[in-house]
């Protein structure tokens, strides 16, 4: 029987291994591939983050609109460094709190409801608004103070083909751009292609 099982063997061809000239031209080919998926994996690892960053500033947004509603008091988003004093770019992080006295500062008796942090946020997060103001109001009606506008997340290269777009209307509902007509750029509230500021 051990011999049988061993004729089979040879003369099947089964025993054969691979040459070194066989193993290089596949370890070749799987680097090649990997030079080329390379910026692919990166890519989505930066649509990825860009989402993530919008859905925290959607759910920023739903806190003060109910932080506003039950205090009956206007609540504030704003740029914030530190989560204490507004301050910074947005992309530094968002503080939420609701300002009683409407002086549009972070003061010691108002408790932050909400702060997001963005620790590594590769890219940069943009507020754009009718009135053109540095920070966003909700009333206890739930509405923005005149504030339709939206955030704009954009990717290191500033491409239009990467950015994400978090849309506010007056009443303080949200949505999120998409691209509808399949060019790879997500619209705006006016059906027009995203762009990125320099």
């Known amino acids: 029987m ?7 063997l040879s003369s099947s061809g089964s025993t054969r291994g691979t040459s070194l000239f066989e193993s290089l031209v596949a370890l070749a080919i799987v680097a090649t591939l990997g030079v080329i998926m ?3 994996v990166e890519n989505l690892a930066l649509h990825r983050q860009g989402s993530l960053a919008l859905q925290r500033v959607a759910a920023s947004i739903y806190r003060a609109r109910t932080t506003a509603a ?11 460094a530190d989560g204490n004093q507004c301050g910074g770019n947005w992309h530094d992080g968002i503080l939420v709190f609701p ?10 008796d108002e408790s932050p409801v909400d702060y997001v942090g963005f620790e590594n946020l590769r890219g940069t997060l943009h507020w754009r ?5 540095p920070y966003l109001q909700i009333t206890p009606l739930g509405f923005t103070r005149y504030q339709n506008g ?3 997340w954009c990717n290191p290269d500033k491409s239009s083909s990467g ?6 209307n007056r009443t303080g509902r949200v949505r999120f751009a998409v691209d509808s007509d399949g060019d790879g750029i997500r619209e705006n509230s006016q059906g027009l292609p995203i762009s990125c500021p320099n």
Not at 99 to 108: T, Y
């Open 99 to 108: 300002d009683r006295n409407e002086n549009l500062l972070h003061d010691p």
């Open 129 to 133: 608004a009718f009135q053109s103001k």
């Open 38 to 40: 390379a910026p692919s």
């Open 150 to 152: 939206n955030f704009t």
């Open 2 to 8: 051990p011999e049988q099982f061993s004729s089979d």
């Open 70 to 80: 039950k205090s009956g008091v206007v609540a504030m988003l704003c740029p914030s």
């Open 163 to 168: 950015a994400h777009q978090l849309i506010l």
